[in-house]
């Protein structure tokens, strides 16, 4: 399974942007050659930030590293909480975990509540675009079949996104991904105990059919700090034959502001390192990802 990977000469950039997200803060500049943790760099500096809503100690966040009741087992299963990474070990320094795919210029936890890797899990639903007479669209250059996935706004930047969560303590993956999707992609906090049920039932016979884990490991996310970063475990639900989804209720949940089927392009600009996730779903299926135009086919 490929996907993002330092090592691959891709150091993360996302992690490294400015403002961090929801502030003003800048972080320190990182220049490529710099983001390996192998690379000695004395003179490095990062700016210490954790937001004050992380701070504030909500049930889904840790203490701060020195507190008297904390001892938190890195690398380990600790209690509920999960804090192995799937990228293998990492070093934890004077307490503090560090980012395995490198320097970030921001030290602390940012808006990540846990120290080391905040789990998420991202539901990739995916159906063939058709026309109104229900054929496969093709894409003119590439020749190949268009896929759609159901992807949302977020709220919080704005951009398009695959429509994932956290995992929350103890909880299967698999339920994660459903229920991610249940509230951001379909309401289902809104809705009535009897609308609830009726979705609950079309989910389940989505998400156990046949599946595809595409990617397990690092998220290039904005929120990522030297000392707190995501990883996901991104899973693919192909609708062959777009009946299971043609009556699907699209509204965006409480964390999204638009959701929709949006066409499988490699011109996608989504959230974190979605594109490549969703690169990995259309190769898999033999989809159209890229392809240039030519200008004539627009006039
Ligand atoms: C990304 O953040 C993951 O890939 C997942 O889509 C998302 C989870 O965070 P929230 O949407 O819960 O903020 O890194």
Known sequence: MSGWSAAAGNPHKKARTSPYPGSRVERSHVPDEKVSWLVEWPEYHSV???????LARPRWADPQVGESNFSPKFNEKDGHVDRRSRNGLYEVEDGRPRNPAGRTG?????????????????PILTRWKRDSRGNKVTHPVSRKNILQFVAIKRRDCGEWAIPGGMVDPGEKISNTLKREFGEEVLDSLQKSRAERQELEEQLHRLFSQEHFVVYKGYVDDPRN?????????????HDETGEMTGCLPLKAGDEAKEVRWADIVDTLKLYASHSQMIQLVAEKLGAHWSGELHPDYYE
């Open 106 to 122: 921001l030290m602390g936890r940012g808006l990540l509540g846990r120290w080391g890797p905040n789990h998420a899990a991202d």
């Open 48 to 54: 210490d930030y954790t937001a004050s809503s992380v």
């Open 225 to 237: 700090t030297d000392n707190a970063w995501m990883e996901t475990e991104a899973v693919n639900y």
